[in-house]
């Protein structure tokens, strides 16, 4: 535990919190405190924690795990050595309670896309929230909610970020060994690309004319997509100065790609992130805000579409009667 | 344009060239595998050819054409039978002589003890099949950068030692090709075992070494017969036509000095603006060699294991240091990579960094065509650098000798200065300002200078900047760490001889300058007046406080001090270390003067120096910059045409020029 990387990325002041809950493990040295709490998500994350299987053992020597929603009912107050959110700030309460966690919160990490940069949820952010609200919920006066749902960051310091939807399993148990022994996490900050030259993938954008987000995204989950052929869409977030204009002009420029067709490229789980959040609104907002908004409609968020034609396809709503993680009360 | 020999071979002549059928391709890599040798050759994946192991010829592409433009790869078909009938894919040759991903060594800490074992490396014997001209000329590059000294890679080496090179002439050339330009293809002319030319039904065969014979007189013997004239003639026709059809994309006679003149070119915000920064240009080029070390470890933090895989100068922390990265801006990275692979590489290893292989044109998702930046940025003159002479020497790649805690001694609050014994002998020859890469396992290994030479060791002053050197400072008498060294250049002491000296020095800065003190007091009659400039944050932040204070009575130093931030019991100066010389009288045509500390203080202080008449040539600065090798082979710490780890981290102002303190250098 005295070996325990102390937080400096945010200035957070971070709490000396005496270990008196910790139960003695190996020698005696009291076992960090871990939690892991949830906000508006899918809980995918917590399973890819549950995922790591073997390693959990080996973990649990290390730590101890002391609130964990999808692995146990036991609930336990803080303080909390390392606090793990999940999900992004949807409702007023969930508002509330990212304070007090923070309070109780040595080391506050959060994982993956919704709780890094808002998830898929904040794509309501460029809609009319009481028309999107309407649209999906049956009796939506029922429903509470934020006009924005929100990434951690934007209400209270951070002090890492695992990033992905879901998180990496790698970075999971590198950001974990980190904080045990006491060195910075080796959590790389390039672009996918650089894991695709590394891993000998054939570049998908320059192959087979398919728009890549892999240019401006930070790398951390080896790849996938294009190891599978596909696009980088962009789920581990915008990495450090992307240029997603540049990006967005290229894309627009070499043909084929309307600039609203480009901008929803940049619409996935992490839009909300800037810059992909600029650029998103620079090239016309999203699909679901236009189906909901309707032509020309400006929404009343702080992120109004511009004007334009909808496009009559809504790909984030039809036939969902509820999506994922949006408006989770916390459970 | 290379400065490497060539030697063409009488390109009509027919004796002891020979005639493969197409089928007996086969018998070629049925006779490398036999051979006990991994076959590594072109094949089709993912919409490209790329370079894979093989097993037989029948994975090797058949009728497959490409065509290639920035940021643009297809393959087509084409309507012969032709094996070769493409160019260079995405996948170089780097993969298999220096691969993306190294184990380098390994290291375990049980209580007091540090253990550190180099990983041996034992590649397999491997073959190439289908090695164009300018991949050739990308070994010749590689071998000065990784094999050619000061220090080398003994993993490239084995590699490059081990593998068959059966050499393929280009008879198709592509729009990213620019071989002709940089005097690199597309002929085939030295560097290979075996070298094919494709004729419509078969190769002609040519024979570049005793390996080469050796397999032409027995395995491959019965799929050979001498080749024809007409044979003989043809094959050199369309390589002919393939520099025909190149031509000549990009001047270069004197690009060396017209882009290095180019610094402050608007163009390279322009082409920022495009760039995407996402490295892809720097690990598909055949040359570049940057790499960085990520540390494994286990939970118990006792084993870890040291990783080296490809990095690039467009990655965001490559040029970090405390303080922020010399490279912040995306315009900096592009103006590295492009100085670097036309520019400053002459004058590190005397080649061009570029062979004209095309690929970062090809590879750039948005289509960046390096030729359309030079001609736009440096547009042709003539000139011709002097390759820089290297000396070989002896030295270790990631052997850390460990050396043992004896002593420690808090200096300030988040600063301690380890007394450290057993080091390595090597240390017992060390210079005043040299620096040692300082491993403790399971941390990022750290350049850190070295403050005192002792007599069966060196003394570290470290200040807990970071997690590393944090643990560093938390060492205990009696733990154990890991020592490289000593590394880097030093403080030209011998130059002060019969002359004043001025130190200035910063906070931590102070720690390389030390030993230089020690070197004068100890000699003290030899030198001129002595002055020692400080500043430190706050009267409780200043170094060797009690040493220091035997400096200026015994040591006949005069000793200035200053701090930022004052406490109520200073009595002496308060305000950046350059305004102590306010009130000094001394003139400085006679003196030199050695400086360390912040960039910006030193930038500062050299200023000021020079209003007082220091000449450039004797105001010495030491530079920080990111540091990972320590001897020249990451890349992390290059400045300009400088590697700070080798060829300084001691500069003279003159030899930095125009470059000291320019932004994103
Ligand atoms: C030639 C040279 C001599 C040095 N001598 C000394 C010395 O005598 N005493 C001393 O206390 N410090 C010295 N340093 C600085 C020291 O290396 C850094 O403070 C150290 O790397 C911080 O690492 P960390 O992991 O503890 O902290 P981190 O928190 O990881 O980093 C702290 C800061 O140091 C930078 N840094 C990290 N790794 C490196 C690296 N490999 N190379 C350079 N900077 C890095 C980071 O970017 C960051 O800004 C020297 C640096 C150089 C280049
Ligand atoms: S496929 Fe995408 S992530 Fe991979 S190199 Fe190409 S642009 Fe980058
Ligand atoms: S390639 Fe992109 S979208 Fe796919 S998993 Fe990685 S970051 Fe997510
Ligand atoms: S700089 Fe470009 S053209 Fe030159 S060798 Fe590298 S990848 Fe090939
Ligand atoms: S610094 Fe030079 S060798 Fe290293 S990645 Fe950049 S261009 Fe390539
Ligand atoms: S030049 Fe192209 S490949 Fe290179 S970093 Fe910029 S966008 Fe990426
Ligand atoms: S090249 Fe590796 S530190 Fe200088």
Not at chain 1, 74 to 84: E, I, K, T
Not at chain 1, 96 to 123: M, N
Not at chain 1, 137 to 144: A, H, I, K, L, Q
Not at chain 1, 197 to 217: D, E, F, N, P, Y
Request: one cysteine or more; glycine letters at 12%; aromatic letters at 8%.
């Amino acid at each position: 535990m005295a070996a325990m990387a102390h937080p400096t990325e945010h200035g957070h002041g971070g709490h000396a919190h005496s270990n008196e809950h910790g139960h003695a493990a190996r020698g005696g040295t009291p076992r960090p405190r871990v939690a892991v709490v949830k906000f508006a998500s899918c809980d995918g994350c917590q399973l890819t924690i549950l995922d790591l299987e073997d390693l959990l053992l080996e973990l649990s020597e290390h730590f101890e795990i002391v609130d964990f929603p999808e692995a146990s009912s036991a609930r336990s107050n803080g303080p909390y050595d390392v606090l793990f959110v999940e999900g992004s700030v949807s409702t007023p309460d969930h508002l509330r309670r990212i304070g007090e966690l923070r309070k109780q919160a040595r080391v506050l990490v959060t994982i993956g896309a919704c709780a890094t940069s808002g998830g898929i949820q904040a794509l309501r952010n460029w809609a009319d929230h009481d028309a999107y609200r309407a649209a999906v919920y049956p009796t939506p006066e029922f429903v509470e909610s934020l006009a924005r749902a929100t990434p951690i960051a934007e209400h209270v310091p951070v002090d890492f970020e695992l990033r992905g939807c879901p998180i990496s399993p790698d970075q999971l148990v590198e950001l974990l060994t980190a904080l045990v022994t006491g060195r910075r996490p080796q959590l790389r900050d390039e672009a996918v690309c650089m894991e695709c030259k590394r891993r000998g993938v054939v570049c998908v954008m320059s192959a087979q004319g398919i728009a890549c987000l892999g240019q401006v995204t930070q790398t951390g989950c080896g790849a996938i997509c294009p190891r599978m052929g596909r696009g980088c869409y962009g789920c581990f977030g915008p990495r450090e100065q992307a240029n997603a204009a540049g990006l967005a002009r290229y894309l627009q420029a070499s043909g084929e790609r309307s600039a609203e067709e480009v901008g929803q490229l940049f619409a996935g789980f992490t839009a909300y992130s800037e810059p992909f959040r600029s650029t998103i609104t620079d090239l016309g907002g999203t699909r679901g805000a236009r189906r909901t908004g309707g032509a020309g409609h400006v929404a009343g968020g702080a992120y109004p579409p511009p004007g334009g034609a909808a496009t009559g396809r809504a790909s984030y709503l039809p036939g969902r009667p509820r999506m994922e993680g949006i408006d989770d009360d916390g459970r | 344009m290379m400065t490497i020999e060539v030697t063409r071979p009488e390109r009509t002549t027919t004796a002891g060239r020979w005639y493969l059928e197409r089928a007996g391709l086969d018998a070629l890599v049925a006779a490398l595998r036999e051979d006990g040798r991994t076959v590594i050759g072109p094949t089709v994946a993912d919409g490209a050819v790329v370079l894979a192991e093989i097993h037989s010829s029948a994975e090797m592409p058949h009728a497959v054409g490409d065509v290639q433009g920035p940021g643009r790869y297809r393959l087509t078909k084409r309507d012969d039978a032709r094996v070769f009938g493409y160019v260079v894919g995405p996948t170089s040759w780097k993969r298999w002589v220096f691969p993306p991903d190294v184990e380098l060594s390994t290291g375990r800490r049980t209580g007091h003890r540090v253990e550190f074992a180099p990983t041996a490396s034992h590649p397999t014997k491997l073959a190439f099949v289908g090695v164009r001209a300018c991949e050739l000329a990308a070994f010749g590059v590689q071998d000065r950068v990784l094999d050619a000294g000061p220090f080398r890679d003994a993993d490239y080496a084995a590699r490059r030692e081990s593998a068959f090179v059966v050499a393929v002439q280009c008879t198709t050339a592509e729009l990213t090709c620019f071989c002709t330009s940089m005097g690199t293809g597309p002929e085939v002319e030295h560097g290979f075992d075996i070298a094919l030319t494709e004729l419509d039904e078969g190769f002609l065969l040519d024979v570049g070494s005793p390996a080469g014979q050796e397999l032409v007189d027995g395995k491959l013997a019965s799929a050979l017969r001498p080749a024809t004239p007409v044979e003989v003639y043809t094959a050199a026709a369309d390589v002919a036509a393939t520099r025909a059809r190149i031509g000549d994309p990009l001047p270069t006679a004197g690009l060396h000095d017209r882009l290095l003149a180019q610094l402050d070119n608007p163009r390279w915000a322009q082409v920022a603006e495009r760039c995407i920064t996402c490295g892809n240009c720097t690990l598909a080029c055949p040359t570049c060699f940057c790499t960085s070390v990520i540390q494994k470890t286990d939970m118990e933090g006792i084993a870890a294991t040291n990783e080296r895989a490809w990095d690039s100068c467009f990655s965001p922390g490559f040029a970090r240091v405390a303080g922020g990265s010399f490279r912040s801006r995306p315009r900096d990275r592009y103006r590295q990579w492009l100085t670097h692979k036309f520019g400053t590489w002459w004058d590190q290893f005397g080649t061009t960094g570029c062979v004209g292989c095309g690929r970062c044109i090809t590879w750039c998702p948005v289509g960046i065509d390096v030729r359309e930046e030079l001609m736009a940025i440096a547009p042709p003159v003539a000139l011709s650098p002097e390759p820089i002479r290297v000396e070989p020497v002896a030295a270790s790649f990631n052997d850390f000798v460990v050396a043992q805690v004896v002593a420690t001694r808090q200096e300030t609050a988040d600063t301690v200065t380890l007394t450290l014994a057993g080091a390595d002998p090597a240390f017992s020859k060390g210079n005043l300002g040299q620096f040692a890469m300082v491993a403790i396992p399971g941390f990022p290994p750290l350049p850190i200078s070295i403050s005192r030479f002792t007599v069966d060791g060196i003394e570290l002053t470290i200040r807990g900047a970071g997690p590393a050197t944090k643990a560093m400072t938390a060492l205990k008498v009696g733990d154990q760490l890991g020592l490289r060294g000593p590394l880097g250049n030093n403080w030209p002491i011998e130059r002060a001889v019969g002359r004043d000296l001025v130190i200035v020095s910063g906070g931590i800065g102070l720690a390389p300058l030390r030993p230089v003190i020690h070197a004068l007091a100890a000699d003290r009659r030899r030198f001129g007046d002595v002055r020692l400039y400080y500043g430190a944050r706050t009267p409780a932040d200043i170094l060797y406080r009690e040493e220091m204070e035997r400096w200026a009575s015994r040591g006949g130093i005069e000793v200035h001090l200053t701090v930022d931030r004052a406490g109520p019991e200073w009595e002496g100066r308060v305000g950046v270390v350059t305004q102590l010389f306010d009130q000094a009288t001394w003139e400085g045509a006679n003196a030199i003067a050695f400086v360390c500390g912040p960039e910006r203080m030193m930038q500062a202080t050299a200023n000021t120096l020079a209003g007082r008449g220091v000449t450039p040539t004797r105001i010495f600065v030491t530079l920080e910059r990111h540091m990972e090798c320590g001897i020249g082979l990451c890349g992390h710490c290059q400045m300009g045409k400088y590697f700070v780890c080798r060829d300084g981290p001691v500069f003279s102002l003159l030899q930095l020029g125009d470059t000291f303190g320019r932004e994103g250098i």
